[in-house]
């Protein structure tokens, strides 16, 4: 029977190298000079911290576009709210997601059997959902219709077996 698992996964070595760039380039550009902008990679967290807000977003969209660059979806960061820290500066934090919880399994639980495609199975399997079929061109249609409708995560298709 054929099948595919749909998962929710981040390149961690592409996210290190896009927050390594975006400091070294925050770090030598002349708008952000003196003014302690710093990101830094936690587990499974990007801090950014900057002394105005203004900057903050500018080192933001730094981050973001160093990631697009390298090909890591911005769906999978969870910006968290622009928080006061001591010394006058402001901090943010980004939380990296992936896999699919529990909440988004069932949504898209919910969108496939949704679409009315006879024979087509849902189930999930840990932070994954693996869909089954009788029929390959019923799972390549759940695929084209998982690919148009926006579910606010990165998505991938994988372990497609006949």
Not at 90 to 103: M, N, P, T
Not at 134 to 145: F, S, T
């Amino acid at each position: 029977m054929p099948t595919f698992d749909i998962v929710n996964q981040l390149d961690m070595q592409e996210v290190r190298s896009a927050v390594d760039q975006a400091a070294r380039e925050v770090n030598t550009r002349y708008d952000f000079r003196n003014t302690g902008t710093t990101l830094e990679l936690g587990d499974g967290t990007i801090t950014l911290n900057s002394s105005t807000e203004d900057r903050l977003l500018a080192a933001r969209m730094v981050l973001e576009e160093k990631l697009v660059r390298r090909k890591v979806s911005l769906k999978a960061l969870d910006y968290g709210t622009v928080q006061e820290a001591s010394g006058a500066t402001v901090r943010q934090v980004a939380a990296l997601r992936a896999g699919i919880s529990s909440d988004h399994s069932r949504q898209l639980n919910k969108f496939i059997k949704g679409l009315g495609i006879k024979g087509v199975q849902s189930s999930a399997q840990g932070d994954q959902l693996r869909v089954q079929s009788k029929k390959r061109d019923d799972l390549q249609a759940v695929i084209a219709a998982l690919k148009e409708h926006d579910f606010d995560l990165p998505l991938q298709y994988v372990n497609f077996r006949d």
